[in-house]
Structures are given as structure tokens and as C-alpha cells.
DNA sequence: GTAGGGTTAG
């Protein structure tokens, strides 16, 4: 009844996909954004011209050749210079060979040679590879310089190990070697990573004060980043603000950063307005990126029209559709259950030469699980093989999520083990989506099992998982676990969350333990929680079942004042309430309230008023009003203009 | 000649 996802929409959405620019002329474009950054006839161009080659080109032999030559013009086998070193090699093999070779040279090649070489390996994110070849130059006593000690850094912190950074940082300050910017905006970035913000701050501040290094425009971008995770966005906007000031210029990733986090939070007119700010004030272009955030949050909001205007700037300024925009596209429209309409966003982006990926199919799977057309889905899955894609495990949870929801308990269970099977490591979402399938089908001893299973395999629930245990035990009768559970997480960052909350007193209400419930609604004001729309309309329904309509009413009316307005569910739930509670003077009033807000009223809550009107409890002239709140059937399919 | 930052899955 409380379930926001089963709010009908009526959505007519409207996507004008940009055209791909089919020539790149270096022709006056009117448009004050417009810019010519389109490269895909150039890549398109290149990958076909090396396609008959086969992939045996390069071997680790030739790559040596090439590599290590000397610049003479007459040994030299045709090298692409244009070309780095880690385009050059994409094989980890391939470079791990190389390296031998070039350790056996006499007399060993320059630093930077290896530099490049860490680097390439870097790239294929073989972190700890590029960690080893490292330990190895040392041992070697190969000179490594501000270059080589950067990337291995990196390396540690994207294995989230900036410890073992600080640790390379040590030896760096040992060996003369003087960090830079590029350093210690590396070592803030590993922080971040490791969510641990404040001791970035701290470093940062100390970098200023002790002048150990001048920030830069990615340095503040990376201190920006880490504000938004920790939620601090106004901070972050403040530090774009004083970056500027201090004369060093935001680019376009240092706003993108602000934007997408502004646009997760779902404050996208905050985001728009910062846009603005970036285009028209300070004359930086958007990028796809910027597009991607700003589509991505815009969708999540169902703001199509909005969407449909931005990707028209897009082709207005030539900026061309990438992969991870259309995806966001298509992922959004299965959230909307309109799988037929991201099909035909994937044929357009074949057409275009974009060619869509795991993550695609991931959300088309997970659209048609979410409409429980497993058949469909599992056509999807089965055909991702003949595509050259290899399911990962987000194919799984999703294909586990669909049974689950459908109750279909041996189906998933036989998926789950074939997880193992297929060589992947469930991971803390299988394990969660698992836990919640089987408390739905009652299987609360399953479900405890499973947990079990997921902590001997080391892997830490998350705030999800708790809400979905809290949730599963409150469904099953079992609201006192429940609630000891929650009191003895105690004063846990997990317990102070609204969901938890909004599904504690729910459960309590449910299972006859009203003063429970109301205890823990008025408890989130002391725990300084601002109640949201679930909390109080869950309230609402809880003093309905306990028939204190009075109360109910006068929360509904507390709603408006708190800045927290009521939203179709909570009218249909009073109004449910208000039924039960045989108060049939009232439903007139709500229903106009509810057709003043433009709400609707949903199917159970129409069947009920009937129900009260052929019983002759409600007049019949209330059916006029009724007829004006019922959803209309969805007449107008999303329309693609392409 | 070689290094550092931003977008997609419950």
C-alpha cells in the first residue's frame, strides 16, 4: 500500500536524440557552446584499419623492437608516435615481458622508458603488477624519479592502500626525490577514496600552510569531490568559489564534480543553475559528462521534457552521445518499466555506432525483471553470449532480484548457486536481494542462513541489508527481533536513518504496538531525523488503525507547515483510514483536496469507496468526483524522434 | 619524453 513505485505515471516522453555529426568542418557554428570535439570518425577510422591486421600485431618481441630503439631512422620499424606507450601494449603479459627485457639491457634504459612502461600497466589497472615491477626497479636500483613514485601511489590507492602511498611518500622524501602536486593530489585522491575526508582536509590545509606545494585546479577538484561524498556540497561549492578567487581557475571536471553531486542529491536545479554558471559566466564548455550528470539526475526526477531539451543542445553544440549517456538513458526508461523504448534507444546508438555494453543489457534484464517478464529477461541474458558479452554479477543480482520479487524461491536459489558455479563472487547486493526474497516467502530460517553464509564469507552488510533484515522480521511477526536488533546496534551511523525508522513503526503500528510506534516517530526529532513523506504517512495510517483519525488529520495538516507536503499515498492511505473509521463525512473534502493537488486516487482505495457507496454508506454523488481522480489508462506512448 | 581529478548497476 505504501509502495511509491506503485504510483501510476503518466508520461508522454519525448526524446530528440541528437544526430551523430556526420563531418567534422571547421566552420562558424552560431551557437555560443558550440565546439568541435567529435573524434568518432577518427577512432572509427583507425579501428578499421587495424582490423585486418588480426590482434597477433604486436608481440612482446616487436613491442620491444619498437620500444626500445634508438632513434635511428633506418633500424626503426613504422611506429605511430602519436600513440603512447600504454595504447601501445594493452597486454599484461606482453608489458611484463617487455619489462624483463628491458631489465636484461646493458646499460638499462632511461627512467622514463620504465616510467612508461609502470604506466601502460597502470592503465590495465594491474595496480599491484605496477606495485611489484616497482619493488623490482628498486631492487634493481633502477633511478625512479617524481613520475615513477606518482604512479605507484596511484597504484596503492586504487587498491585502497593510501597507507602504502604515505609508506612510497617516505621513501620518495628518502631518496631526494621532492614531491609535487601531482603527489600529493594523488594521495588526497586515495583518501577520498577511503572516505576519509577529514584527513584529506587536514593535508590539504597543512600542503598551503607549510607552502609544501602551490594546489592546483585538480587538486581543489579532488577536495571537491571528497566535500560532495561527505555530503557537504554547499562546502564544495564554497571552495569552487574561493579556488577562484585565489586565482586558480575551475575546468570543467571541478564543476562536473559539484553537478553530479548536486544531481544525485536530486537538487538539480541547484545543478542547472550551477551549469549555467559554468557556461555563461565563466565561459567553460560542458562535456558529455556534464550532459550525463544533468540527464541522469533530470531522469531520476522523471523531468523528461527537460531531458529531451538538454539532448537537443547537445546536438546543437556537437557533443556526441557516449556509451555511458545512452545507457543512462536506457536504464532509465526500464526504471520507468518502458523496455520497448530502450530497445529502440539501443538500435539508434548501434546506428551510430556506439555499441552497447554489459551495463546495457544489464538494465534492459533488470526492466523486464522489474515488469516479472523472466522470460524476457532471460532471452536477454542468453543472448549477451552471442554478443561478446560476458554477464557479470550486477546480470545476476538483477535476473536474482526478478525471481525474488516473483516469490519464485527454488528458481533464485538454483541462479544463486549458479553464481558460484560460473567462477563470480556474490557480493554484498546478492547476498541482500537473497535475504529479502526469502524473508518475503517466509522462509525467515533461510534467510538467516544466507546471512550466515554471507558473513563467513567476510563480507560486511551494509545499511541495505540491515533495513531489509529489520524489514523481513518485521513482515514475518517478528517485530521484537526486530527491535532489539536496532537497539543493539545502539547509537550505529545505521540507526540513524530515516528508512530505518519509517520501517520500525511501520512494523510496531502493524503488529498492535502503537505507543512503540509513536515513540519512535517522536524520538526523530531528539535524534535531530527530519521525518519525510513515508515517515509521516506512515504515522498517519498507524493512528487510523488505531482510530484516532483526529490525530491522523491534524499530522496530514502538520505535514504542510513542516516544509514535507502530503503526496497521493498519503491521501489514499488517510483516506483508506478514514473509511475504515466509518468518518464518511470527511471523504468528500479529501477527495476535493486530493483533485485541487492533482493527486489520483489508486485502485484498492476506488474499489473501497465503491464498496461504501453500493453499501449506501457514502452518497452516490460522490462518483462524479471519483470518476475525475481515477488515473487515465496511458494513451500516449513515449515518442521517439531519432 | 614519463605522473594526479569527473558520468552507468540493489
Known sequence: MLNPSSRSSHLKIVFVLPAKPKH?????????????????????????SFSQFGTGIFTPKTISARFLSTSSPHRQTPVNHSRSMSEKITNLDDALQLFDDMTNRKPLPAVFKFTQLLQAVTKMKQYSYSVKLFQRMNSLRVPVNAYTISIVIKCCCQMHRTNEGFAVLGYAFKHNILPNVCTFSTLLNGLVLEDRVLKAERLFKKLIKEALCEPNAIMYSIMIKGLCKSGNNDTAIALLKLMDEKGCKPNVVTYNTIINSLCKDKMVDDALNLFKEMVFHKGIFPDVVTYTSLIHGLCNLSRWDEVSKLLKQMEDERISLDVKLYNTLVDALCKEGKVEDANCIISS????????????????????????????????????????????????NNLLNGYCKKLKREEAMHLFHEITKKGMKPNVITYSIMIQGLFRARRCKDAHGV????????????????????????NNNQVDEALSLFHLMG??????????????????????????????????????????VWSYTVMISSFCREGLVGEAKELLFKMEDSGCPPDNVTYNVLLQGVLKNKQYDTVEMLLKEMEARGFSIDASTVEMLLHYIKTSCLDVSLLKLIGKLVPKEEVDAPCFIV
Open 24 to 48: 567534422v568542418v571547421s566552420s562558424v557554428v552560431s551557437h555560443p557552446l558550440n565546439k568541435f570535439k567529435d573524434t568518432s570518425i577518427a577512432h572509427s577510422t583507425l579501428i578499421s
Open 451 to 474: 546471512y550466515n553464509d554471507m558473513r563467513a564469507h567476510n563480507l560486511i552488510p551494509d545499511e541495505c541489508t540491515y533495513r531489509i533484515i529489520l524489514e523481513g522480521l518485521c
Open 491 to 532: 547509537g550505529n551511523k545505521l540507526n540513524s536513518n530515516i528508512k530505518v525508522y519509517n520501517i520500525l513503526i511501520d512494523g510496531a503500528s502493524k503488529s498492535g504496538k502503537f505507543d512503540i510506534a509513536r515513540n519512535l516517530f517522536n524520538d526523530l526529532t531528539f535524534k535531530g531525523l527530519q521525518p519525510n
Open 349 to 396: 546508438m548501434i546506428e551510430r555506432g556506439e555499441y552497447p555494453n554489459v551495463v546495457t543489457y544489464n538494465s534492459i534484464i533488470d526492466g523486464y525483471c522489474l515488469r516479472g517478464e523472466m522470460s524476457k529477461a532471460n532471452e536477454v541474458f542468453d543472448s549477451m553470449g552471442s554478443r561478446g558479452l560476458v554477464p557479470n554479477i550486477v546480470t545476476y
